[in-house]
């Protein structure tokens, strides 16, 4: 059974930074696409970062520069690095596994999410 | 980015009404088209993806439908459980997705 644990969400000031982090069990995360979707409060869903085949990664617009999206394969961890953060970063953040069919990608299993809250 | 519209933002339904939401991306994304299901206070969870694929566990009164710049997400006979917010994603921009803005489901 796929199970995806984040933590590390809290308060921070704006221009701080926060680490997430996500425990993967039921599958390694060095053998498939892994992301970050993100959702502001009452609001819709945005997708964040993917990280995939090795260390290669891409990032939604408004992040980019500011987060940084790893995974340490001996822990089965996936990381979200956010720096220099901002209110519209506030958000319940997803961790989620990408599944695969063909061609096709989607998001197939994610976790309970963390809330991140910017404001001083 | 391409840009995805979901109509209606919104609807009310009673149990075991037919339901059909849609989906418009502002360019043509073949079939890389996936519906999610959000009930509240709950994390998102895959209702069908590659437009009409259902992931195991999904019942069969969800049908996903369309290409190119037209989706629908059909849900037959709504049941309690289906009461919820429910969201298109294009996968067809190399590993940069967007969503719709949602469309939520209610009791009328």
């Known amino acids: 059974e796929v199970k995806l644990l984040e933590s590390g969400g809290g308060l921070v000031q704006p221009g701080g930074s926060l680490r997430l982090s996500c425990a993967a069990s039921?599958?390694?995360?060095?053998?498939?696409?892994m992301a970050w979707v993100r959702q502001a409060p009452g609001k819709g869903l945005q997708w964040v970062s993917v990280?995939?085949?090795?260390?290669?990664?891409n990032y939604e617009e408004s992040v980019k520069g500011r987060f940084r999206i790893s995974r340490q394969d001996s822990q089965n961890l996936l990381y979200l690095q956010m720096t220099n953060l901002r209110p519209a970063d506030t958000a319940v953040y997803y961790c989620?596994?990408?599944?695969?069919?063909?061609?096709?990608?989607?998001?197939?299993?994610w976790g309970q999410g963390a809330l991140v809250t910017v404001s001083s | 980015d391409i840009q995805m519209t979901q109509s209606p933002s919104s609807l009310s339904a009673s149990v075991g009404d037919r339901v059909t939401i849609t989906c418009r991306p502002s360019?043509?994304?073949?079939?890389?088209l996936n519906w999610y299901q959000q009930r509240p206070g709950q994390a998102p969870r895959l209702l069908i993806y590659?437009?009409?694929s259902l992931p195991s566990g999904v019942p069969s009164r969800f049908r996903g439908s369309g290409s190119g710049t037209e989706f629908t997400l059909t849900i037959s006979g709504l049941q309690p459980d289906d009461f919820a917010t429910y969201y298109c994603?294009?996968?067809?921009?190399?590993?940069?997705?967007?969503f719709g803005q949602g469309t939520k489901v209610d009791i009328k």
């Open positions: 989620t596994r990408v599944g695969q069919s063909v061609t096709q990608l989607f998001f197939e299993d």
């Open positions: 590659a437009t009409s």
């Open positions: 039921g599958f390694s995360v060095s053998t498939t696409y």
């Open positions: 360019q043509a994304i073949s079939t890389y």
């Open positions: 994603q294009q996968s067809y921009s190399s590993l940069a997705w967007t």
């Open positions: 990280i995939y085949s090795g260390d290669n990664s």
